[in-house]
């Protein structure tokens, strides 16, 4: 044991609980205090107690291959996982949520992984392989789509309320005649997929009366689509106030990539006010998570435990909302790849800090071990956003891939690389922050693209697996 590393009994005396928090398609700009157009008092406060990371990327613009990252700290280029494949993440994989269990802690799952195929299958049946990578608690749910298939313990829940066939019925309706749909949920604000994540975290920790200190983590389904907030989250926010969305004008010939085969298949034909509403409705889901969030703080505080937890908040990816004309995620613009980054340490000298480099969801797992007093020793991508937590810068760059694609953001410019390694996205971020003018067809900035390209081979080459 290295000099001056406390022994077990000491060690677990001065451990802080950890509070993961995450969401589902929730955008980087959707929180008070970054966008501005979404009530978040919660979220905010974790904010104003600790550190936000206003320019995190996703690893994968996709659930899957984000999660799937996020869990084992390899990037779809090491592990293959790129879309949404029947992946199971192997019990046996390397794990940060294991390390933590492995530091002393009682570790706690409630809501979504989605780190194995959840569509028509019974998750109470699949909790081994979460108890491999290192959950000692589960109660998992499917997002809403798998929830309409599959079983868990929320929908046995719903099974004995009789609420399941209603909710099968409205998701069905829903995806047969316009999948952008906006109306509320045929399940009641109790029962709500969101509120049954946010009651079963809450209930597990006012009775927690483990000798460990604890990890929880929180996963809601929200506010991936449908958009079916229920009352009275459905009509709390006047669509007329939401922000516009971003729009493009059709540049220069490019070559073409993911985004382009998107907006050529699977860009809705919004009629007016649709937009407006998709917006309107998506707030009223994030803010039904606060309200979540806040109870649970409620129960930390009233433990006595809030100065003694650190407290961590992002999402897998974003949701485009209508901005460029498209709705979900799978793409490098904004929208869909940039998420919140929160992380609050108790005993942080300068709270309320915004830190503005670059960082990537994948950098979360070794964070939350070097919090917890440890250290990931096998190899992974990740990069502890410790010593960034007072506003020192944490990356140059960041890296984002979906299906054999590569997207590099840092601080001036943002490229996409389409399958054959040619540019089709290039952004100037400084002069054209809601990415309206793609520059990529435009022979003047050939030299920046090809830097940029360097770097995204230099990122990939760096991030190769090694023989241990």
Not at 48 to 72: I, K, N, Q, W
Request: charged fraction near 25%; proline fraction near 7%.
């Amino acid at each position: 044991m290295p000099t001056g590393f406390p022994g077990p009994t000491e060690r677990l005396e001065s451990m802080h609980n950890i509070l993961f928090l995450m969401t589902d398609q929730q955008r980087w700009d959707s929180m008070g205090s970054s966008g501005g157009w979404v009530n978040t008092p919660n979220l905010d406060r974790i904010a104003s107690e600790g550190t936000r990371f206003s320019d995190c990327v996703t690893t994968s613009p996709l659930c899957v291959p984000a999660r799937v990252t996020l869990a084992t700290g390899r990037y779809p280029h090491n592990n293959g996982v790129w879309t949404h494949v029947p992946y199971a993440v192997p019990p046996e994989s390397n794990s940060w949520i294991r390390e933590i269990r492995d530091l002393g802690y009682r570790t706690s799952l409630f809501g979504k992984t989605h780190l194995h195929p959840h569509g028509r299958s019974d998750l109470r049946e699949k909790e081994d392989l979460l108890h491999g990578l290192g959950l000692d608690d589960v109660d998992e749910i499917g997002g809403p789509r798998a929830s309409a298939t599959g079983l868990s313990h929320m929908t046995a829940l719903w099974i004995e309320e009789g609420l399941l066939e209603a909710y099968r019925a409205d998701f069905k309706e829903r995806f047969a005649n316009k999948s952008y749909m906006v109306r509320p949920s045929a399940l009641p604000l109790e029962y709500y997929y969101d509120t049954y994540v946010g009651q079963q975290a809450k209930s597990y920790l006012s009775s927690y009366d483990q000798d460990e200190p604890w990890f929880c983590w929180v996963s809601w389904g929200g506010p991936h689509q449908p958009w079916d907030a229920p009352e009275p989250y459905a009509s709390m926010y006047d669509p007329a106030s939401m922000p516009p969305a971003a729009s493009h004008e059709p540049g220069a010939p490019r070559p073409q990539g993911q985004v382009d085969r998107m907006m050529a298949n699977n860009s809705p034909a919004f009629k007016d006010g649709e937009v407006d509403a998709l917006r309107a409705d998506y707030a009223g889901s994030v803010s039904l998570i606060d309200d979540q969030i806040g109870e649970i703080l409620d129960v930390i505080e009233a433990r006595g435990e809030m100065d003694s937890t650190i407290i961590a908040f992002t999402s897998d990816h974003g949701e485009m909302n209508g901005d460029h004309g498209l709705i979900a995620k799978s793409n490098f613009y904004d929208g869909a790849v940039r998420v919140p980054m929160l992380v609050r340490a108790p005993g942080t000298d300068s709270p309320g800090i915004v830190n503005d480099s670059p960082v990537e969801l994948v950098d979360l797992g070794p964070t939350l071990v070097e919090l917890a007093g440890g250290e990931l020793e096998y190899q992974q991508f990740g990069k502890s956003l410790v010593d960034a937590l007072g506003g020192n810068r944490h990356r140059e760059d960041a890296l984002s891939e979906i299906a054999g694609e590569f997207m590099l953001m840092n601080d001036e410019w943002k490229i996409a690389l389409n399958g054959e390694g040619e540019t089709y996205m290039l952004f100037d971020r400084k002069n054209d922050p809601n990415e309206e003018c793609n520059l990529a067809g435009n022979s003047e900035y050939r030299s920046t693209a090809d830097a940029l390209r360097l770097r995204i081979l230099e990122r990939v080459v760096q991030s190769q697996l090694r023989e241990p």
